[in-house]
């Protein structure tokens, strides 16, 4: 059974960077799919970020694209997603989620297995 642990959230304020964590445990299969979904106060879950199994493909929510990347280290099976230029609507609980497979799917049903989450406040 695939676990997931994120670590990294804390309160940054406006422009501030982040850099949050998740390592993956329990026998990941080197083709799992790793992303990032984020859930407001008050409003549905949204996709953030997916990387492939190999690093080699990305893919971002159009509202952080240029100020999160998201990069992975197999050897630790752990992915990063390193948030700069904060702003406050980017404070919400982000989740890490893992999918076995060749794509990089941006829906949540597409995903298997998730981990508890981290909080990310962004301050004004």
């Known amino acids: 059974q695939v676990r997931l642990v994120e670590s990294g959230g804390g309160v940054v304020q406006a422009g501030g960077s982040l850099r949050l964590s998740c390592v993956a445990s329990?026998?990941?299969?080197?083709?799992?799919?790793m992303a990032w979904f984020r859930q407001a106060p008050g409003k549905e879950s949204e996709f953030v970020a997916v990387?492939?199994?190999?690093?080699?493909?990305?893919n971002y929510e159009v509202s952080v694209l240029g100020r999160f990347t998201l990069s992975r280290d197999n050897a630790k099976n752990t992915v990063y997603l390193q948030l700069n230029g904060l702003k406050p609507e980017d404070t919400a609980v982000y989740y890490c989620?893992?999918?076995?497979?060749?794509?990089?799917?941006?829906?949540?049903?597409?995903?298997?297995?998730w981990g508890q989450g981290t909080q990310v406040t962004v301050s004004s």
């Open positions: 990387i492939s199994w190999d690093g080699f493909y990305t």
């Open positions: 329990g026998g990941t299969p080197s083709n799992t799919a």
């Open positions: 989620a893992a999918t076995i497979g060749y794509g990089i799917p941006t829906a949540e049903f597409e995903y298997d297995y």
